[in-house]
């Protein structure tokens, strides 16, 4: 029945997708997405009574039986949304249509992948995607070790997913930025939302994540604004596009709890960060380890969890990486207190030079993305020293 | 009895700039009553009572006739009690009792007592000065107020305590006591940086600051030292020249907050208003002819507001303007006034509302939305001319104890003092790097600093308009170093000063 279902509505939404389509049939399917209980009821309906299955393709039969059933209040309210979109670029898959990931709608009405998924660009769905998700009040720890690991995954090709988010989804979509395998965005709100603001304003984070091809994705109307629902909602999608979910730090009422969750429900393999057992912060990731979860202390578990080789013999550009930037003092301060944060004050102390000379080396890092600033101090964004990672062995001369 | 007209000068200030007010007073046969005319507020009519009772009770004569007095021009809008004096000698010449022409060469400013007692009012050192600025020769000023009058070069002085003082010095019974001017107070020791321990990069902000005017945002937990570094700002900063110092005492002088008997001030002023307070009180405002608020009472010198996210952000917004001109303009009905506001702001806030987030010893208790939506309350605008935005940390016990003592603060205005040299040889005396012109500091930098300086801005997400104010940062910083040229390591320093606010807000 399900197969079923799914072809009629692939049929039923080639037009959505197709240049040129009749704005008419794309609002109506559209008004028919947003009320998926009653839709799927209507499509069954029309599969069990139609007359002669084979004399009529599914597409054909939903267009002349389902629509002509919608309410046609639902049809106009779906107009505008639909021009939104169209004026932003969006482009809007239902699920089953050939744009919608197909592992989003694996076992699809049985799994709760969205009815509809509009996209900003174009989502890389060939490539083995790892989700890097974790809280919003992340600690230095956790903002460095989600740098760590989402640059080591997009170089070695693999796309980095996250919430868009402040504190960990940002740290990795961040560090993904102009890696091999890049990184998209699943918002929790519409397109015409700014939000978290200081990402979505021209030039913020939003605009680079588009500007390296990745994609900005929603199950949302254009003016849905980012509701605790809704954004909890936007978690399931995460998990259901991630092959391999990893979560870095969240509290007890995590939504990255939920991200883990939906993701075990999918079969697939969920990796946690282990954190400081005192910290509020690392509730969320000790009770994965606790349920069973993968622990992830180097990019290599996460690298394993998804098949994916490092030790591409192609050999990658970018995974040379340049020399550190910070003078020798200023790199074994941070070095000795990694994985913890160290202030600005304490670090002036420590490695013995003058504010000046510091504290434009610390720009130059951070530009380089060697170093992250979070809410306690500084940290090195990759674990300093040669043994554990190979390919960064010989970068720091220490 | 001659129907003489009587005309002695006066002055008007608005804001401070100073216009001659001509008061005329002649009597003409009638009922005994005062008229007076031309735009007068409420306390300017009541000098007409005021100068009655004094004229009647020192023993002189008050008319049986009609007076009527005229503040020309009418137009101008005219406040205060400042009129007392010029209209009780013009009453006294219509009336015979001073030669008229004698008072026509006169100028005049100060209050009066019913008992006669002339007394000084608010804003009398901005009116003497405008007084010699106007090109009064003979300027009768109240004798509390001489001394603090004979600090601006002019008219000749004639400093009364009373009327019968006035009568006799104007029909030449007595001489003008002679006035020794005001003494110049050096900078009087106030609080010093050495008190201050550890904090290393704030010292350098607050440092930096100092050489070349830029605004600085202090952020960090409850008793953490932002206030302790504020008050010690002035303590560092160039003491005032003579007439900046008189520029200030002026602004005071008119906001009553100094009496003329206080020693010239050449500390430079600081002003930490609450966070309760209005706009008005900010930059200035108050109906009929606005005063000045605290940005121009910190004129010269430097303005601390703590707690900057807990003030109304229309209030906050208000404070672009000054820090953007250097003066506030503030448009009444019947008058426009401007103060000068040149100041250093130095802004405080706590990182979250309950204060504690990135403190290694407790934990943040606020929602991260929270968080956000208290950041954004400081809107972009102001946020990018913060130039130099600084995280403090909470000292611990261990630093308590160990930290190094700072150094003195009289070591660090040493450093200030050579570093702002370079920028006077630049553009000239007073000049603040804060203000250097675009052109001028793009000639001095080095080729790739310029280039470095606009790929990091981009890397992390800075505004268009942070391009030239963290140029201008890196300019202070150069001239701290000595060098001539700016170079990659002083405009790598000046972003680290601005990457806070931007991380802040993505």
């Known amino acids: ?398 | 009895m001659g129907r003489a007209l009587a005309i002695v000068r006066g002055v008007a200030l608005l804001g401070l700039s100073p216009r001659e007010v001509r008061v005329e007073a002649t009597s003409s046969p009638g009922l005994p009553v005062l008229r007076l005319v031309g735009l007068p507020d409420a306390a300017v009519r009541e000098a007409g009572d005021r100068v009655r009772a004094a004229i009647t009770r020192h023993g002189l004569r008050w008319p049986g006739e009609r007076l009527v007095v005229n503040l020309a021009p009418a137009d101008l809008p005219k406040v205060g009690s400042a009129f007392d004096l010029p209209l009780a000698v013009a009453v006294l010449a219509a009336t015979g009792q001073v030669p008229v022409e004698v008072a026509a060469g006169c100028w005049a400013c100060g209050e009066l007592g019913l008992d006669g007692s002339v007394r000084p009012v608010a804003g009398q050192l901005p009116l003497v000065a405008g007084a010699g600025q106007l090109g009064a020769q003979r300027l009768l000023v109240p004798a509390a107020a001489a001394a603090e009058a004979a600090l601006v070069s002019g008219p000749e002085l004639l400093p009364v305590a009373d009327l019968g003082e006035v009568v006799e010095l104007l029909t030449g019974r007595r001489r003008p006591r002679h006035v020794a001017p005001l003494t110049v107070r050096s900078t009087a020791p106030g609080p010093d940086l050495a008190e201050l321990r550890g904090q290393p990069l704030a010292r350098r902000a607050v440092e930096l600051a100092a050489v070349g005017g830029h605004h600085l945002l202090l952020s960090g937990p409850p008793g953490c030292g932002k206030s302790m570094l504020a008050d010690r700002l002035p303590g560092i900063l160039p003491e005032l020249s003579t007439d900046q110092a008189l520029e200030v005492a002026a602004l005071h002088s008119v906001a009553s907050l100094r009496s003329p008997d206080q020693p010239l001030e050449r500390r430079p002023p600081l002003r930490a208003p609450q966070q309760v307070v209005s706009a008005a009180a900010l930059v200035g405002g108050g109906s009929g002819v606005p005063r000045p608020g605290e940005v121009s009472l910190a004129h010269h010198g430097v303005l601390v507001l703590d707690e900057l996210l807990e003030i109304p952000r229309p209030v906050l917004d208000a404070l672009r303007q000054p820090l953007e001109r250097g003066e506030v303009v503030l448009t009444r009905s019947r008058a426009r006034v401007s103060y000068p506001a040149r100041v250093l702001l130095v802004a405080a806030t706590n990182p979250c509302p309950c204060g504690f987030l990135g403190d290694p010893r407790r934990s943040c208790t606020c929602r991260p939305d929270r968080v956000e939506r208290y950041r954004a309350r400081l809107s972009g605008p102001l946020l990018d001319r913060l130039d130099l935005q600084v995280s403090l940390r909470p000292l611990d016990h261990r630093d308590l104890l160990d930290a190094p003592t700072g150094e003195p603060s009289a070591v660090v205005a040493d450093r200030v003092a050579a570093a702002r040299q370079l920028a006077t040889e630049r553009s000239g005396p007073g000049a603040l790097n804060r203000d250097a012109p675009t052109p001028q500091l793009r000639r001095r930098t080095d080729a790739s600093a310029l280039t470095g300086l606009a790929g990091a801005l981009q890397r992390v997400g800075g505004s268009a308009r942070a391009f030239d104010r963290t140029l201008r940062v890196a300019r202070t910083i150069a001239d701290l170093a000595g060098d001539e040229i700016i170079r990659g390591a002083h405009v790598e320093e000046a972003v680290a000063y601005r990457l806070p606010a931007i991380r802040g807000a993505a």
């Not at chain 1, 898959?93 to 009815?115: E, F, K, S």
């Not at chain 1, 939906?262 to 509730?283: E, H």
């Not at chain 1, 992830?296 to 080789?309: F, I």
């Open chain 1, 1 to 398: 029945m399900t197969t079923v279902v799914m072809d009629a509505l692939t049929d039923a939404c080639q037009p959505i997708t197709a240049p040129g389509s009749d704005p008419e049939l794309v609002a109506a399917l559209v008004a028919w997405a947003v009320r998926p209980r009653r839709t799927l009821e209507a499509v069954r309906r029309v599969l069990a009574a139609g007359p002669a299955p084979d004399t009529d393709s599914h597409g054909a039969r939903l267009r002349s039986h389902v629509l002509p059933q919608l309410d046609p209040d639902d049809l106009r309210a779906a107009r505008a949304p639909v021009e939104q979109w169209r004026r932003h670029g969006c482009r809007v898959a239902i699920v089953g249509d050939p744009g919608y990931p197909a592992r989003l709608g694996d076992g699809w009405p049985h799994t709760d992948g969205p009815v509809l998924l509009v996209s900003l660009g174009v989502l890389a769905t060939s490539v083995p995607t790892v989700a890097v998700v974790g809280s919003r009040s992340a600690t230095s720890y956790g903002i460095g070790i989600a740098a760590w690991l989402a640059e080591a995954a997009g170089a070695a090709g693999a796309h980095v997913l996250s919430g868009g988010a402040v504190g960990i989804d940002a740290a990795a979509h961040r560090a993904a930025l102009g890696t091999r395998g890049g990184t998209s965005v699943v918002l929790g709100c519409g397109h015409d939302i700014a939000y978290p603001r200081g990402h979505a304003r021209p030039g913020g984070l939003f605009d680079a994540v588009r500007a390296q091809g990745g994609a900005l994705l929603s199950e949302q109307f254009p003016q849905v604004p980012p509701r605790a629902g809704v954004v909890r909602a936007r978690n399931r999608i995460v998990a259901g596009l991630a092959d391999v979910v990893v979560v870095v730090e969240g509290s007890s009422r995590s939504g990255a709890l939920l991200t883990a969750t939906t993701a075990s429900d999918r079969g697939r393999p969920v990796l946690a960060v282990p954190g400081d057992v005192r910290a509020p912060g690392s509730v969320a990731p000790n009770r994965l380890l606790a349920e069973g979860g993968h622990p992830c202390t180097e990019p290599q578990d996460l690298l394993d969890a998804l098949g994916t080789s490092r030790s591409d013999p192609g050999g990658d550009p970018d995974t040379d990486r340049p020399l550190s930037v910070l003078p020798a003092s200023v790199h074994a301060a941070l070095a000795a207190a990694w994985p913890r944060a160290l202030s600005v004050d304490l670090l002036l102390e420590r490695a013995g030079l003058g504010a000046g000379a510091v504290l434009s080396a610390l720009t130059r890092a951070q530009v380089a993305g060697e170093v992250v600033e979070g809410p306690d101090g500084l940290v090195l964004c990759r674990k300093p020293g040669g043994a554990d990672t190979p390919r960064e062995s010989g970068r720091h001369g220490s």
